[in-house]
């Protein structure tokens, strides 16, 4: 049975370097992986009524990170077993415990020194995840040395040091 990972995301191509390192982590272990953006719900009636999570996504979601995803799919395409995008919505502790058992996630990958950077509406859910009491790891990488006219595809690659 393949083991479901967690990997929180901002969806800029920076942070698939969380995705790309749990995977070298699970090594040859077949995964179901989630990415999770966490974003606060919409205030409006409006917006709460035709509020679609999936269409949301395909708004926040650029090219260069569905292209950048498409690369790591078919790098580990003998690995991951299903890859998906999921909005996270809830400020509490208990809510991403719920969010969490709901998908039936194992385990979290967490980027240790990448600073998320969500859009207007998104927040960092790190703290929630380390009090839920779910297994995390914290990944910890550095970007290397790219010049200004260095592709951003590039830096998902070029890794100085790497520890899990």
Request: overall charge negative; glycine content about 4%; charged content about 25%.
């Amino acid at each position: 049975m393949a083991k479901r990972m967690l990997i929180v995301t901002d969806l800029r191509v920076e942070s698939l370097n969380t995705l790309r390192l749990a995977l070298e982590h699970a090594g040859e272990e077949q995964v179901e992986i989630v990415l999770m953006y966490a974003e606060t719900s919409p205030d409006s009636i409006t917006e709460m009524l035709f509020h679609n999570p999936e269409y949301r996504i395909k708004e926040l979601v650029k090219p260069e990170f569905q292209e950048a995803l498409a690369i790591l799919k078919n790098r580990y395409e003998n690995v991951i077993r299903s890859l998906r995008i999921r909005l996270f919505s809830g400020f509490t502790t208990n809510a991403f415990r719920n969010f969490a058992e709901g998908l039936r996630i194992e385990v979290v990958y967490l980027p240790r020194t990448y600073q998320l950077q969500p859009g207007e509406r998104g927040f960092d859910p790190t703290p929630y995840i380390k009090k839920s009491g779910l297994p995390y790891h914290e990944l910890d990488y550095t970007p290397g040395a790219n010049s200004v006219k260095d592709n951003v595809l590039d830096s998902l690659f070029k890794l100085d040091t790497v520890r899990a």
